[in-house]
């Protein structure tokens, strides 16, 4: 059971892009500035299996649950469910001559990845996940 986390009130978190630059590694501001991917299997958290919470690299809100990551086998960290449902905001992206779900950080705008309906039971999503777009924080 993963430990319950209070979210409480989401403050929306806003930097100049300067800033971002600043704060951010060249490929997670990529990722989490202008929805870049990270190339499949380059991540250290895809093959994370240590107990812990996923925070959003761009501004550490708590996003996912290590009980709730699993293996995919698409290269990319993948949970079935954020640990609340309002730490994610979603669009709808129609990039690359498909739709697909985004999912971005509700607390800075962060892009984060993808939602697909391939996932695990009990919901049966797959939160794609790029490894830049977090940070893993150890039980």
């Known amino acids: 059971m993963p430990p319950k ?3 409480g ?3 929306p978190v806003t930097k100049t892009d300067d800033e971002w630059k600043k704060l951010l590694s060249p490929a997670a501001y990529k990722v989490l500035r202008h929805e870049d991917t990270e190339r499949a299997f380059s991540s250290p958290l895809h093959e994370n299996h240590q107990t812990g919470i996923y925070h959003c690299a761009g ?3 708590p996003a996912y649950s290590s009980e709730h990551k699993f293996d995919s086998g ?3 960290p993948s949970f079935w469910q954020p640990i609340d449902p309002k730490v994610v905001d ?3 992206d129609s990039k690359f001559f498909m739709t697909r779900v985004e999912v ?6 962060g ?3 993808h939602i697909f309906d391939d996932g695990p039971k009990p919901t049966g999503l797959r939160y794609c ?3 830049l777009a977090l940070k893993f924080v150890p039980a």
């Open 129 to 131: 996940i790029n490894g």
């Open 59 to 61: 501004c550490d809100l």
């Open 74 to 76: 698409t290269g990319w």
């Open 5 to 7: 986390i209070d979210i």
């Open 9 to 11: 009130e989401i403050t």
């Open 104 to 109: 971005h950080c509700a607390r800075c705008g």
């Open 111 to 113: 892009h984060q990845g």
């Open 90 to 92: 979603t669009r709808t």
